[in-house]
């Protein structure tokens, strides 16, 4: 199964001091496997890069193949599937 992601124009304007991580996972699975499995990989990320990441409240979103998954903005991590990535990108993009 193929994931499409929402088409159309991503202006994004992140700040100088400002980091976006993407982890996406997919395949033949459920999504619950693959918000796992990019949040894992998130949580990873956050220990490896952390003189970078600083202490950014919110670092990251996980895509995960699948549908209805809706993220939680006050996280620090939002999971996410292809029609919510929307909402999850927001608070990056303003």
Known sequence: MAASFPAGPLNASLGPNQWLVIEVKGGKHDVARYAV?????LLAYR????????????????????????????????????????????????
């Open 37 to 41: 499995a990019a949040l894992q990989d």
């Open 47 to 94: 220990r490896s890069f952390e003189p970078g990441l600083g202490q950014a409240a919110r670092y990251g979103v996980g895509v995960a193949s699948g549908r209805e998954l809706q993220p939680d903005l006050d996280a620090e991590v939002a999971l996410c599937t292809p029609d919510t990535l929307a909402t999850a990108l927001a608070p990056f993009i303003g």
